[in-house]
C-alpha cells in the first residue's frame, strides 16, 4: 500500500513548549489529510481534517489555537501542539487519502508519534 | 455513517482461519465497508473494502451478505503477527473514517 510517514516517532518535552509533527505522502498527492489522537486503551479519536491549501476543519471539542495545522503542500501536513501541557501527552497519528482509488478512497496512515510532556 | 458492531475480542491457532464478523444493519446503499487493524502502538493499516461485492488480496478476504448488513474479514493462514485490533468501519466515498473499538484478536501458538 501507499506510505504515510510520520516523524518524529517519539518527542519528549516539557511543559509549555510548543511541538510539531510532520505527515509526509511519499507516493501520491493527498489533497487531504487527517489528524488523530489515541490515548491509552482507547480508540483513535479524529481531531481535524487539512486540507491542501485550505483552513483546517476542526472537530467538536478540538482547540484550533492549540493545534495548529498547515497543509501548505499536497505531500505535507504538520501538526503543532502548543503550550504543551501533560495532559496533551498521547500518541499522535496521521492520514492521507490517497486520490486514486475511484470512487472509493482509501487513508493510509502514519506510524504515530508518541508525545510525552513532562 | 452507519454504526458497527463487533464482538471485542476473539482468538484462532495460528495457520488456521480468522473470521472476524462486522454487523452494519443501518448501511446505506453508497456506504462503503473498510477494514483496517492496528497492531500495538503502530498506526493503522489498511487491509481491504468492499462495497457490495466480495473483495480479496494478498492480505484478506471479505465476504459481504446479499443485505449488506453484516461482512466478515477473513485472514485465511493466521500468523501471530496477525495479533492486533480489527476495525470494522462503514462509510460513505470521501468520508473520513470514524473509529470504534474494534475487535481484539490473538492468535495463539
Known amino acids: 500500500g501507499a506510505v504515510v510517514s510520520q516523524h518524529p516517532s517519539r518527542v519528549i518535552c516539557k511543559s509549555g513548549t510548543s511541538v510539531k509533527i510532520e505527515c509526509r505522502s511519499l507516493?501520491?498527492?493527498?489533497?487531504?489529510m487527517f489528524w488523530y489522537r489515541q490515548f491509552p486503551k482507547q480508540s483513535l479519536m479524529l481531531m481535524a481534517t487539512?486540507?491542501?491549501?485550505?483552513?483546517?476543519?476542526?472537530e467538536q471539542g478540538v482547540e484550533k489555537d492549540k493545534f495548529l495545522i498547515n497543509h501548505a503542500s499536497l505531500t505535507l501536513s504538520t501538526l503543532t501542539v502548543t503550550s504543551a501541557h501533560p495532559e496533551d501527552s498521547s500518541f499522535y497519528i496521521c492520514?492521507?487519502?490517497?486520490?486514486?482509488?475511484?470512487?472509493?478512497?482509501?487513508?493510509?496512515f502514519g506510524a504515530g508519534t508518541r508525545l510525552s510532556v513532562l | 455513517d452507519a454504526k458497527t458492531t463487533q464482538p471485542p475480542s476473539m482468538d484462532c491457532a495460528e495457520g488456521r482461519a480468522a473470521n472476524l464478523p462486522c454487523n452494519h444493519s443501518?448501511?446505506?446503499?453508497?456506504?462503503?465497508v473498510y477494514w483496517y487493524r492496528q497492531i500495538h502502538s503502530q498506526g493503522p493499516q489498511y487491509i481491504i473494502h468492499?462495497?457490495?461485492n466480495n473483495e480479496t488480496n494478498e492480505m484478506a478476504s471479505l465476504i459481504i451478505t446479499e443485505d449488506r448488513k453484516s461482512s466478515t474479514l477473513i485472514l485465511p493462514h493466521a500468523t501471530l503477527r496477525d495479533t492486533a485490533v480489527y476495525y470494522c468501519?462503514?462509510?460513505?466515498?470521501?468520508?473520513?473514517?470514524?473509529f470504534g473499538k474494534g475487535i481484539t484478536l490473538s492468535v495463539r501458538p
Open positions: 492520514s492521507a487519502r490517497d486520490p486514486s482509488g475511484g470512487a472509493s478512497l482509501i487513508q493510509y
Open positions: 507516493d501520491f498527492q493527498a489533497t487531504t
Open positions: 487539512s486540507n491542501e491549501g485550505s483552513k483546517a476543519t476542526y
Open positions: 443501518t448501511i446505506s446503499g453508497n456506504e462503503y
Open positions: 468492499g462495497l457490495k
Open positions: 468501519i462503514v462509510t460513505g466515498a470521501n468520508s473520513k473514517l470514524t
